[in-house]
């Protein structure tokens, strides 16, 4: 069984520019959440999908947003790239919805914004 | 307000000893709590879970405890082994959250 994959692994920007990230679920998961992880802090809560509809929304500004495809692939897009915004974004699938229940994640894609 | 909090950020311990790693949380209405592990270069992976209801869950070498009066649960691996070493993150739930909320982490080294 495959497991969550995330493209593309390593990214360089620029500021000001925009970026996609793509991740493609386990199959069979319908719910899609995105974390981004920076040195020294734990996973923060980006979004939830769950059967392309957007469940849940963390504490990011607008220039982060996503959607989830009949397939239940993911996007998750970043618009006028900040240098904090450099970081490991990680995506995780699981069967149900949102919380109670272990989360599968990918490898993540490593964003450099210079 | 970080509703998740891993107060250590690393520990080190011997191989074949114990290794404990703590987990406070703020939230009552967490009911559910995991741990992942997380080696460089790869994403976390699901470790052990525990629900509110329980006390106490048992997965081979792992074995988490949960507090709730003290709003503190902790990981127990033993015997520690080097391949063990990697960051433990802690993470809080409960139903209707639509997410996990996730500690800093603790990075743990198993020494040889």
């Known amino acids: 069984k495959a497991g969550v994959t995330q493209t593309p692994r390593y990214l360089i920007k620029t500021r000001g520019q925009q970026v996609t990230l793509s991740c493609s679920p386990i199959s069979g998961h319908r719910s899609v959440s995105w974390y981004q992880q920076t040195p020294g802090q734990g996973l923060q809560f980006l979004f939830e999908?769950?059967?392309?509809?957007?469940?849940n929304k963390g504490n990011f500004p607008g220039r982060f947003s996503g959607r989830q495809f009949s397939n239940s692939r993911s996007e998750m897009n970043v618009s006028t790239l900040e240098l904090g915004d450099s970081a490991l974004y990680l995506c995780?699938?699981?069967?149900?919805?949102?919380?109670?229940?272990?989360?599968?994640f990918g490898q993540g894609t490593r964003l450099t914004v210079v | 307000d970080q509703q998740v909090k891993q107060n250590s950020p690393s520990l080190s311990v011997q191989e074949g000893r114990i290794s404990i790693l703590n987990c406070d949380y703020t939230n009552s209405m967490f009911d559910y709590f995991l741990w992942y592990k997380k080696y460089p270069a790869e994403g976390p992976t699901f470790l052990i879970s525990i629900s509110s209801i329980k006390d106490k869950n048992e997965d081979g070498r792992f074995t988490v405890f949960l507090n709730k009066s003290a709003k503190h649960l902790s990981l127990h691996i033993v015997p520690s082994q080097p391949g063990d070493s990697a960051v433990y993150f802690c993470a809080a739930s409960y139903t209707n959250a639509g997410k996990s909320t996730f500690g800093d982490g603790t990075t743990l080294t198993v020494k040889p």
């Open positions: 995780a699938s699981s069967k149900k919805t949102g919380a109670n229940t272990e989360a599968f």
């Open positions: 999908y769950f059967s392309e509809t957007q469940r």
